[in-house]
């Protein structure tokens, strides 16, 4: 038998394997706010704590410092009418079992400049029909942690900045990509695939393979990518911290040309997109492109590394 667990927004708590698995009975959403002086902690192996409010109206306002070091957290939300906003720091994984936050059906994730999201070891982190998410999310991955992104709407920003390292895995499945500043980085053996229709403006440097083997991989959900309106160098690599042995993965037109032959590449390096230590590349003398060398249905993949 296990014990009954009440939400207290105004106090600190910490939801144990005492509580094994079960609802969060919460009648509005705004209920489900929790003040800066009542931080939330979770260990508990192989349990889930799922808040369905049976009421949406106000956002939640998530202003407590929270850890999640084993077990799931789940906010199952109705209809898209609530959002979420952040206002410190999330701290999930680096336990010995799962841990994860979810969002389902929620309106919008929103972050204050005060927060960061870092997921650890055996950590995910993963929202679905959400409508919007904040420039200023700060997501750091490491280990093996992973992160999963799927709005509904069509247009949709990218998180502000995200990193990764060790082996995680971030996966974003986006219609039409809208970047105001986004700066996303890998390393180690990380991986970032963002799916997407079109990915616009582009208005500064957004993609960094960092050192070790990670890559970053943008793929279309039925035809290639579209990236557009491109005003500076948008993909890096860094030599700065140790052999870079990273890969660019693009099934990607750009500016209506497809990257899959030496023609797109040109257009890569006409167009001065890709950078090195970011000083713009004119030329091939330290860059791989291959073509072909994958494939999946109908379109080709470009793949970009450093000669070392």
Not at 260 to 289: C, E, H, P, Y
Request: glycine residues 6%; contains cysteine.
């Amino acid at each position: 038998m296990f014990n009954k667990f009440s939400w207290n927004g105004s106090a600190s708590q910490k939801y144990t394997a005492d509580y094994g698995s079960q609802p969060l009975f919460i009648d509005k959403t705004g209920d489900l706010s929790r003040n800066s002086n009542a931080p939330f902690m979770m260990d508990a192996p192989g349990c889930s704590l799922i808040a369905r409010p049976s009421s949406l109206s106000s956002d939640v306002q998530w202003d407590a410092k929270t850890t999640i070091t084993t077990g799931r957290m789940i906010f199952n939300f109705s209809s898209a009418s609530s959002g979420f906003i952040f206002n410190n720091d999330i701290i999930i994984g680096g336990g010995t079992s799962t841990a994860g936050m979810e969002f389902s059906g929620i309106k919008s994730l929103d972050a204050t400049k005060n927060t960061t999201i870092t997921i650890m070891k055996n950590g995910y982190f993963s929202a679905e029909n959400f409508e919007e998410i904040s420039d200023y999310n700060y997501f750091t991955l490491t280990e093996n942690a992973c992160l999963t992104l799927t709005p509904s709407k069509k247009t949709t920003t990218l998180p502000f900045t995200m990193s990764l390292s060790g082996s995680a895995l971030s996966e974003l499945r986006y219609s039409d990509v809208l970047v105001r500043g986004s700066d996303i980085s890998v390393s180690d053996d990380a991986t970032y695939i963002l799916y997407a229709d079109s990915i616009y403006p582009v208005n500064q440097r957004t993609f960094s393979i960092e050192s070790g083997s990670a890559e970053i991989c943008l793929i279309g959900n039925i035809q290639p990518v579209e990236i557009k309106n491109l005003d500076v160098p948008i993909f890096n690599f860094s030599t700065q911290n140790g052999t870079n042995n990273g890969h660019f993965i693009l099934e990607c037109t750009v500016n209506s040309i497809p990257l899959t032959s030496a023609f797109g590449k040109q257009v890569l390096l006409d167009s001065g997109l890709i950078t090195v230590d970011d000083v713009v590349q004119k030329d091939d003398s330290r860059l791989n492109f291959e073509f072909n060398s994958i494939q999946t249905g109908l379109y080709n993949f470009m793949v970009i590394s450093l000669k070392n």
